[in-house]
T-cell receptor, first 113, second 114 residues
Framework: AQSVTQLDSHVSVSEGTPVLLRCNYS??????LFWYVQHPNKGLQLLLK??????LVKGINGFEAEFKKSETSFHLTKPSAHMSDAAEYFC???????????FGTGTRLTIIP | AAGVIQSPRHLIKEKRETATLKCYPI?????VYWYQQGPGQDPQFLIS???????DKGSIPDRFSAQQFSDYHSELNMSSLELGDSALYFC?????????????FGNGTRLTVT
């Protein structure tokens, strides 16, 4: 069994300030974890993925996430928010052999000018 | 780089009508997934195909069916449409041979049932 919890349904930050989107997971197996971003009326775009290599994962557009097994967390961060970062972000988990992704409920990121 | 192509982008149907959604995966990708995303909801897995065979099934209603063709494109057929079927339908593709190959999503088909 696997599940993912995104701790904040909505996050607002000012442009140029750091972004933190929180995600906790549970999995019976060694998980692979992903962050996807969805802009309005667009498909989901992969930001980054963790697959048991380096625990600090760097993605596109300056985002990164750190896998912390002891805390079962995979929080997404960015040092400086940009207006174009405003979107919905989904934390996703899948275990080896399980081809179905389990999505979190999403975090809507709003950037304040 | 080529991406996942879905058609049509928008579709409006009346209750009890049928709809067909098409998905063209990234070239060389052998696995296709269909997801349904209701308003304000996270995507829900419907069904997947690997090498033209159904590989997994999620919360797909019996009124829906899907298949993957010899050129790896896939079609989702929806019959006896209900108002609750109004949603964004995503197709995604991946290369099954790669361990936990991430999914590449299309831009979706927005279905509105009136």
């Amino acid at each position: 069994a696997q599940s993912v919890t995104q701790l904040d349904s909505h996050v607002s930050v000012s442009e140029g300030t750091p972004v933190l989107l929180r995600c906790n997971y549970s999995s019976s197996y060694s998980p692979s974890l992903f962050w996807y971003v969805q802009h309005p009326n667009k498909g989901l775009q992969l930001l980054l993925k963790y697959t048991s290599a380096a625990t600090l994962v760097k993605g596109i557009n300056g985002f990164e996430a750190e896998f912390k097994k002891s805390e079962t967390s995979f929080h997404l961060t960015k040092p400086s928010a940009h207006m174009s970062d405003a979107a919905e972000y989904f934390c996703v988990v899948t275990a080896f052999g399980n081809e179905k992704l389990t999505f979190g409920t999403g975090t809507r990121l709003t950037i304040i000018p | 780089a080529a991406g996942v192509i879905q058609s049509p982008r928008h579709l409006i149907k009346e209750k009890r009508e049928t709809a067909t959604l098409k998905c063209y995966p990234i070239p060389r990708h052998d696995t296709v997934y269909w997801y349904q995303q209701g308003p304000g909801q996270d995507p829900q897995f419907l069904i997947s195909f690997y090498e033209k065979m159904q590989s997994d099934k999620g919360s797909i209603p019996d009124r829906f069916s899907a298949q993957q063709f010899s050129d790896y494109h896939s079609e989702l057929n929806m019959s006896s449409l209900e108002l609750g079927d109004s949603a964004l339908y995503f197709c995604a593709s991946s290369l099954e041979g790669q361990y936990n190959s991430p999914l590449h999503f299309g831009n979706g088909t927005r279905l509105t049932v009136t």
